[in-house]
C-alpha cells in the first residue's frame, strides 16, 4: 500500500486523496461553529458581487447604447452641427492629457522626492504640505475649474485656452501625483539606499539609478489615476479649456475635450444617440491610455529586471 | 602596516551612548574580527568606518579615526572614503537590474563608461568572488532570481567591482547555508592577500577560523584586542574567556 502512494505516475495522482483538502462539508461544519465567520463571507462575497455587477452594468449599457451610434460621420475630421464629429475632441483630449501630465509629473515627482529622499523626518513643513496635498486631493473639481478661470483666463489674460485649461488640470492632479510618488518612494527598501551609498554613489545617483527605476510601477500608477482625472474632467474644464468645436491648433486656443463634448451633447439635448457614441469612444480611450501605461510600466520594470 | 587607527572613539545614538572610548588600530592585509553579544556596538564600529552612520539622525561620534592617517571624519570626501572602505551587508541587497548592471554600478559611478572596460571589470570582480562559473551565462538576467548564497557573493563582487582598499563585512554570512559561509570564507582567506578585512560576526568559529585578529566587545565596550589564537587561547579578561566559552552572551 504504502508503496503504490509513493508512485509519481500521472496516472496515480488523480487518485491520491489529498489529506490537506478541505471539504466543503469540513468548511460547513466550521462555519457551523463559527456562525460570524460565515456572515463575513457572505458580507465580503455580496459586496465583490455588487460592485462588480455595477460597473458591468454601466459596461454593457454604454456599449449597448452606444456602439449602433458609431457612424464615420461621428468621426468625420472636421466638426458641423450635423455631424457632432467627436474627432477633434480625441485630439484635444490627447493633447490636452500630455500638457498637463507635462506640467504635473516633473513638479508633483520633484515634490514627492523632495519629502520623502531630503526632507527631515518630522519636520514641520513637510507634515504641512501633506495635510495640503490631502486636502487639496479632496476639493471638487469646480473650484479648481473657478480658480482657473479667474487666474489663468482673465488676471494671466490666457482666455479660453489649452493653456489654461492644462495648467488649472495639472493643479488639479499634482496632490495625486504627489502622495502616489512618495508613497512610492517610501516602499523603496533602505537596503539598495546603503548599498549604493556604500559603493560611493552620491545621493544624486541613488536617486536617478536605484530609486526612481524601483519606485517606476508605484510612480506610473499615480500618474495612471491622474490621467484617468484628466480625460474624465469637465467642470474645471469648461471655464478654462472652454468648448470650442475645433482643433486647439496653438496653446491659447480653445478645444473641448472629449468629457466636455460629451457634456455639451447631452446638455443640448439634440445629440443623445451620439452621445452614448462619444461615450464608448471615451471608454476605449481610457481602456488604451490605461493598457498603454502598464505596457510602458512593464517595459520600465523589464529594463531594470 | 597599520591601515585603521581608532582612538578614543565615542559614539552616541542621541542619549544613548553606544560605544565608550574605542581604541583600536587594525593591520593592512589582516582579516579583523569583531565579535561579542547583540548590541554590543561591534556593527555601529563598524559602520562608522565608511560613514554609514552618517545616515542615521541623531548619530553623534567624538575622538578620531584614521585611514592610513588621514582623518575619516575630517576633510576627506565621503564618496571617496566609500569607494576605498567598500562594505557588504548583513543581508545581501542586490539592485533590482541584472547581474552585470549589478557589478557595473560601482566602476559606473566613479566614471568608468568604456563597454570594454566595464566587461573585464564585471568578470575579474565576478572571478575573484568565486561566482563567474555560476553566473557566467546569466549576466543579463535579475539579479534577484539569484539564491541567498549567490546574492551574497554577487554583492561581494560588487564591492570588490571599485578596488577597494579595506572591505567591510557585517555579518555577512549569518544568513547563509554552511555551503555558501564555508564559500564566502574561503574567499575571504584569498582576498586578504590584496584587501584589509574587517568583519563582524556572531559566530565565533568563524572568528576563529579565519581571522587573524579578533576584538571583543561587550555593552558598547572594546573589552580586549588581540591575537585570534591569543584571544581564543589565553583570554586575559574573564568577561573575553566567559563569552568563549558560551557562558553568557
Given at each position: 500500500?504504502?508503496?503504490?502512494?509513493?508512485?509519481t505516475?500521472?496516472?496515480?495522482?488523480?487518485?491520491?486523496?489529498?489529506?490537506?483538502?478541505?471539504?466543503?462539508?469540513?468548511?460547513?461544519?466550521?462555519?457551523?461553529?463559527?456562525p460570524?465567520?460565515?456572515?463575513?463571507?457572505?458580507?465580503?462575497?455580496?459586496?465583490?458581487?455588487?460592485?462588480?455587477?455595477?460597473?458591468?452594468?454601466?459596461?454593457?449599457?454604454?456599449?449597448?447604447?452606444?456602439?449602433?451610434?458609431?457612424?464615420?460621420?461621428?468621426?468625420?475630421?472636421?466638426?458641423?452641427?450635423?455631424?457632432?464629429?467627436?474627432?477633434?475632441?480625441?485630439?484635444?483630449?490627447?493633447?490636452?492629457?500630455?500638457?498637463?501630465?507635462?506640467?504635473?509629473?516633473?513638479f508633483?515627482?520633484?515634490?514627492?522626492?523632495?519629502?520623502?529622499?531630503?526632507?527631515?523626518?518630522?519636520?514641520?513643513?513637510?507634515?504641512?504640505?501633506?495635510?495640503?496635498?490631502?486636502?487639496?486631493?479632496?476639493?471638487p473639481?469646480?473650484?479648481?475649474?473657478?480658480?482657473?478661470?479667474?487666474?489663468?483666463?482673465?488676471?494671466?489674460?490666457?482666455?479660453?485656452?489649452?493653456?489654461?485649461?492644462?495648467?488649472?488640470?495639472?493643479?488639479?492632479?499634482?496632490?495625486?501625483?504627489?502622495?502616489?510618488?512618495?508613497?512610492?518612494?517610501?516602499?523603496?527598501?533602505?537596503?539598495?539606499?546603503?548599498?549604493?551609498?556604500?559603493?560611493?554613489?552620491?545621493?544624486?545617483?541613488?536617486?536617478?539609478?536605484?530609486?526612481?527605476?524601483?519606485?517606476?510601477?508605484?510612480?506610473?500608477?499615480?500618474?495612471?489615476?491622474?490621467?484617468?482625472?484628466?480625460?474624465?474632467?469637465?467642470?474645471?474644464?469648461?471655464?478654462?479649456?472652454?468648448?470650442?468645436?475645433?482643433?486647439?491648433?496653438?496653446?491659447?486656443?480653445?478645444?473641448?475635450?472629449?468629457?466636455?463634448?460629451?457634456?455639451?451633447?447631452?446638455?443640448?439635448?439634440l445629440?443623445?444617440?451620439?452621445a452614448?457614441?462619444?461615450?464608448?469612444?471615451?471608454?476605449?480611450?481610457?481602456?488604451?491610455?490605461?493598457?498603454?501605461?502598464?505596457?510602458?510600466?512593464?517595459?520600465?520594470?523589464?529594463?531594470k529586471? | 602596516?597599520e591601515?585603521?587607527?581608532?582612538?578614543?572613539?565615542?559614539?552616541?545614538y542621541?542619549?544613548?551612548?553606544?560605544?565608550?572610548?574605542?581604541?583600536?588600530?587594525?593591520?593592512?592585509?589582516?582579516?579583523?574580527?569583531?565579535?561579542?553579544?547583540s548590541?554590543?556596538?561591534?556593527?555601529?564600529?563598524?559602520?562608522?568606518?565608511?560613514?554609514?552612520?552618517?545616515?542615521?539622525?541623531?548619530?553623534?561620534?567624538?575622538?578620531?579615526?584614521?585611514?592610513d592617517?588621514?582623518?575619516?571624519?575630517?576633510?576627506?570626501?565621503?564618496?571617496?572614503?566609500?569607494?576605498?572602505?567598500?562594505?557588504?551587508?548583513?543581508?545581501?541587497?542586490?539592485?533590482?537590474?541584472?547581474?552585470?548592471?549589478?557589478?557595473?554600478f560601482?566602476?559606473?559611478?566613479?566614471?568608468?563608461?568604456?563597454?570594454?572596460?566595464l566587461?573585464?571589470?564585471?568578470?575579474?570582480?565576478l572571478?575573484?568572488?568565486?561566482?563567474?562559473?555560476?553566473?557566467?551565462?546569466?549576466?543579463?538576467?535579475?539579479?534577484?532570481?539569484?539564491?541567498g548564497?549567490?546574492?551574497?557573493?554577487?554583492?561581494i563582487?560588487?564591492?570588490?567591482?571599485?578596488?577597494?582598499?579595506?572591505?567591510?563585512?557585517?555579518?555577512?554570512?549569518?544568513a547563509?547555508?554552511?555551503?555558501?559561509?564555508?564559500?564566502?570564507?574561503?574567499?575571504?582567506?584569498?582576498?586578504?592577500?590584496?584587501?584589509?578585512?574587517?568583519?563582524?560576526?556572531?559566530?565565533?568559529?568563524?572568528?576563529?577560523?579565519?581571522?587573524?585578529?579578533?576584538?571583543?566587545?561587550?555593552?558598547?565596550?572594546?573589552?580586549?584586542?588581540?591575537?585570534?589564537?591569543?584571544?581564543?587561547?589565553?583570554?586575559?579578561?574573564?568577561?573575553?574567556?566567559?563569552?568563549?566559552?558560551?557562558?553568557?552572551?
Amino acid at each position: 500500500m504504502a508503496d503504490k502512494s509513493i508512485k509519481t505516475d500521472m496516472n496515480d495522482v488523480k487518485e491520491i486523496r489529498a489529506i490537506n483538502r478541505v471539504s466543503f462539508k469540513q468548511r460547513m461544519i466550521s462555519y457551523k461553529r463559527k456562525p460570524l465567520s460565515l456572515l463575513m463571507l457572505i458580507i465580503v462575497a455580496a459586496s465583490a458581487a455588487i460592485s462588480a455587477a455595477a460597473l458591468i452594468f454601466i459596461m454593457v449599457y454604454v456599449l449597448i447604447r452606444g456602439i449602433p451610434n458609431l457612424t464615420p460621420d461621428l468621426f468625420a475630421l472636421n466638426y458641423n452641427s450635423d455631424n457632432v464629429s467627436c474627432m477633434p475632441s480625441i485630439i484635444n483630449t490627447v493633447v490636452l492629457t500630455l500638457f498637463t501630465l507635462i506640467i504635473a509629473v516633473p513638479f508633483g515627482v520633484g515634490a514627492a522626492i523632495y519629502l520623502a529622499e531630503y526632507a527631515k523626518k518630522g519636520n514641520r513643513l513637510v507634515k504641512i504640505i501633506r495635510t495640503m496635498a490631502e486636502t487639496l486631493a479632496g476639493i471638487p473639481s469646480i473650484v479648481y475649474g473657478l480658480f482657473g478661470m479667474l487666474f489663468f483666463v482673465y488676471a494671466l489674460n490666457w482666455g479660453y485656452s489649452l493653456l489654461a485649461g492644462a495648467f488649472t488640470l495639472a493643479i488639479m492632479v499634482l496632490p495625486t501625483i504627489m502622495r502616489t510618488t512618495e508613497e512610492a518612494l517610501i516602499t523603496v527598501p533602505d537596503s539598495y539606499r546603503e548599498g549604493s551609498y556604500g559603493l560611493g554613489a552620491g545621493k544624486l545617483r541613488t536617486i536617478i539609478r536605484i530609486i526612481l527605476p524601483s519606485a517606476m510601477p508605484g510612480i506610473l500608477a499615480g500618474v495612471i489615476l491622474a490621467v484617468g482625472r484628466i480625460v474624465g474632467e469637465t467642470a474645471a474644464l469648461i471655464y478654462t479649456y472652454g468648448s470650442a468645436t475645433g482643433y486647439a491648433a496653438n496653446p491659447l486656443s480653445s478645444g473641448r475635450s472629449l468629457a466636455v463634448h460629451m457634456y455639451v451633447l447631452t446638455n443640448e439635448g439634440l445629440h443623445t444617440n451620439q452621445a452614448w457614441g462619444t461615450a464608448v469612444v471615451l471608454l476605449v480611450l481610457v481602456f488604451g491610455i490605461n493598457t498603454l501605461s502598464a505596457f510602458i510600466a512593464k517595459k520600465l520594470g523589464n529594463k531594470k529586471g | 602596516m597599520e591601515k585603521f587607527a581608532i582612538d578614543n572613539m565615542n559614539l552616541y545614538y542621541g542619549k544613548f551612548h553606544a560605544l565608550k572610548n574605542v581604541n583600536l588600530h587594525m593591520e593592512q592585509n589582516k582579516i579583523t574580527a569583531f565579535i561579542g553579544p547583540s548590541g554590543c556596538g561591534k556593527s555601529t564600529l563598524l559602520k562608522s568606518l565608511n560613514r554609514m552612520n552618517d545616515l542615521v539622525e541623531g548619530c553623534k561620534i567624538t575622538g578620531e579615526i584614521k585611514l592610513d592617517g588621514e582623518d575619516i571624519y575630517g576633510n576627506m570626501d565621503v564618496n571617496i572614503l566609500r569607494k576605498r572602505v567598500g562594505m557588504v551587508f548583513q543581508k545581501a541587497n542586490p539592485f533590482p537590474m541584472s547581474v552585470y548592471d549589478n557589478i557595473a554600478f560601482g566602476p559606473r559611478t566613479h566614471g568608468i563608461k568604456n563597454k570594454k572596460e566595464l566587461d573585464r571589470i564585471v568578470e575579474e570582480s565576478l572571478r575573484d568572488a568565486a561566482i563567474w562559473d555560476e553566473l557566467k551565462d546569466r549576466l543579463k538576467k535579475s539579479a534577484l532570481g539569484l539564491s541567498g548564497g549567490q546574492q551574497q557573493r554577487l554583492c561581494i563582487a560588487r564591492a570588490l567591482a571599485i578596488k577597494p582598499e579595506v572591505l567591510l563585512m557585517d555579518e555577512a554570512t549569518s544568513a547563509l547555508d554552511p555551503i555558501s559561509t564555508g564559500k564566502i570564507e574561503e574567499l575571504c582567506l584569498k582576498l586578504k592577500d590584496n584587501y584589509t578585512i574587517i568583519m563582524v560576526t556572531h559566530n565565533m568559529q568563524q572568528a576563529l577560523r579565519i581571522s587573524d585578529n579578533t576584538a571583543f566587545f561587550l555593552l558598547g565596550e572594546m573589552v580586549e584586542y588581540n591575537s585570534t589564537d591569543a584571544i581564543f587561547s589565553a583570554p586575559q579578561d574573564k568577561r573575553t574567556e566567559e563569552y568563549i566559552t558560551g557562558r553568557f552572551g
